[in-house]
């Protein structure tokens, strides 16, 4: 038991010290996005149940406030916690992507 | 004589003739000729494209590309099993012709859209749309726009569409998800749908449709329990029912919404998704009451019967999305879990129910197992795949 929890403790602070996941999670971490997200905001986040998360719509909305909605959701809506699936790290490298002029393509999209 | 003669010559000029008319028709077409019926579609969301697939070769038959994003997408077909018409996710409508892979027509017809319907009749397509929302209804026959529903509620906001099926009577029937009202357009004049409309409750996510039309049945993210419409008796309006089921019970998060158009009605049983729970309801039609909560592995996304319903099979949400659990429905145990791959997005059984074809988006393909002995037959490559839809689903209400 007690090395899978160092090692867990050591993923953990190697994550949090970092300023953005490795390029392999960040790979996941897009796919994610258009495809799961997707599920709720349209894969090229267009909007679906959930409203489009297009840089133009997320305009003027904090960060902070974005990435609080995405860990721990919005009670009374369709929008889910996610902080059992994606750290605080991950979350705030999501809200950087979306935000960013160009939609981000994960590689598979043609 | 001279009759006798020139009816040899006609006789033999009309052979001749034949036989050149013969010889000359290109071979390939009469070599060609068959049936769709073992054939199906799979969504291949990301890429835009379809895999058209056999299920006695258990081969992908052909591709077919263009039809725009297709997350969420999801098609029917045509009472002679011969077109496909596809739902995207950007409002395009799409008619595909199965037997020659090639897309036959194609309109814009919204800008988010999130399913469709086929009338009783098969002429007519109906689309369920988000932006803007609503239901517009087309000839299936030229993809010309005969109706236009708006799903208005309150001052003149237009709500989501959502869980719009097909029903007897050349109905249509749909839920306004902010609106939280049931529809039922009856198209027997096009031009003029007769609508009546329900007060269902809060956030209808999708619906079902009982296999023989009866029941509408919606579910409620909004609130615990589901609406039910009984189509025969609608002046009684809308019942909610099962709303105690999980009320004290914190819930789940749900990261994706469950599906209900898989309406395991077994016997006098149907068995249902829970939201926000790792568990299925079990639900006596007759009393329209909980009777039992089978615990599963994950949250379900899809509950299917086989066709013979001697089973259950179950997908789940993120981060059970790699499973697949079968219920045997005599005792309700779990007798087997399959791990198909990553992402399992869908289950469609052969009409029959010998096998099923499960789709697993992340790994690229499409598994088919013998329902039997659960044993994996084959494989097919496709791109991310998610919806698959066999032509048998042309002769069923609500599908």
Redesign the interface.
């Known amino acids: 038991m007690r090395p899978v929890f160092l090692i867990v403790l050591a993923l953990i602070s190697q994550a949090s010290l970092a300023d953005s996941p490795p390029l392999e999670r960040q790979q996941a971490l897009l796919?994610l996005l258009?495809?799961?997200c997707?599920?709720?905001h349209?894969?090229?986040l267009?909007?679906?149940?959930g409203p489009a998360l297009l840089p133009s719509a997320l305009e003027g909305k904090s960060a902070l406030m974005l990435t609080a909605t995405i860990l721990q959701?919005r009670p009374?809506t369709?929008m889910?916690?996610?902080s059992?699936?994606l750290t605080q790290q991950e979350a705030e490298w999501l809200v950087t992507q979306l935000k960013q002029p160009a939609p981000p393509q994960d590689a598979?999209?043609? | 004589m001279r009759n006798q003669n020139l009816n040899n010559f006609r006789y033999f000029l009309v052979c001749l003739m034949a036989t050149v008319f013969l010889v000359s028709l290109p071979r390939a077409p009469l070599a060609d000729v068959r049936g769709t019926g073992d054939l199906g579609l799979v969504v291949e969301?990301?890429?835009g494209s379809l895999t058209a697939i056999n299920s006695t070769t258990r081969r992908a038959v052909g591709k077919i590309t263009g039809l725009g994003?297709l997350?969420?997408a999801s098609l029917v077909y045509s009472p002679d099993e011969r077109y496909a018409f596809v739902f995207g996710?950007?409002g395009a409508l799409t008619k595909v012709d199965v037997l020659e892979n090639k897309i036959v027509k194609r309109v814009e017809q919204a800008h988010?859209s999130?399913g469709g319907a086929i009338s009783q009749d098969g002429r007519l397509i109906a689309t369920s749309n988000?932006?803007p929302g609503g239901v517009r209804v087309f000839s299936a026959d030229t993809l010309e726009k005969v109706a236009d529903i708006k799903a208005e509620y309150g001052d003149g906001q237009l709500a989501?569409v959502v869980g719009l099926v097909d029903a007897p009577g050349q109905k249509f029937v749909f839920s306004l998800?902010e609106a939280g009202e049931i529809w039922t357009a009856d198209l027997h004049d096009p031009k003029n749908p007769k609508i009546q409309k329900f007060k269902a409750g809060k956030?209808p996510?999708d619906a079902l449709i009982s296999p023989e039309g009866r029941y509408y049945i919606a579910g409620l993210?909004?609130e615990d329990g589901l609406a039910l419409l009984d189509l025969w008796n609608s002046d009684a309006g809308i019942r909610k029912i099962v709303p105690e089921y999980a009320k004290n019970d914190p819930k789940l998060?749900?990261?994706?919404?469950p599906h209900l158009e898989g309406r395991a009605l077994v016997g006098d049983y149907w068995f249902l998704p829970a939201v926000g729970h790792h568990e299925m309801l079990v639900i006596d039609r007759r009393e329209w009451k909980v009777v039992r909560r089978i615990p599963l592995d994950g949250q379900p996304v899809f509950v299917i019967p086989r066709p013979d319903e001697r089973q259950i099979w179950v997908n789940f949400a993120?981060?059970d999305n790699d499973k697949l659990q079968v219920i045997d429905t005599r005792d309700l145990s779990v007798v087997q879990r399959l791990t198909p791959g990553k992402?399992v997005l869908h289950m469609e059984f052969t009409p029959k129910g010998q096998e099923v074809w499960v789709s697993a988006?992340?790994d690229d393909q499409v598994l088919v197992y013998d329902t039997e002995t659960f044993r994996e037959m084959a494989r097919i490559p496709a791109?991310?795949p998610s919806g698959i839809f066999f032509t048998a689903r042309a002769h069923r209400l609500g599908l």
């Open positions: 796919e258009h495809q799961d997707g599920s709720c349209g894969m090229t267009q909007g679906g149940l959701g009374g369709a889910p916690p996610w059992s699936l598979n999209r043609h | 969301r990301t890429s994003d997350s969420h996710r950007d988010n999130v988000y932006d989501k998800f956030e996510y993210f909004g998060p749900v990261f994706k919404m993120l981060p992402a988006r992340d791109e991310k």
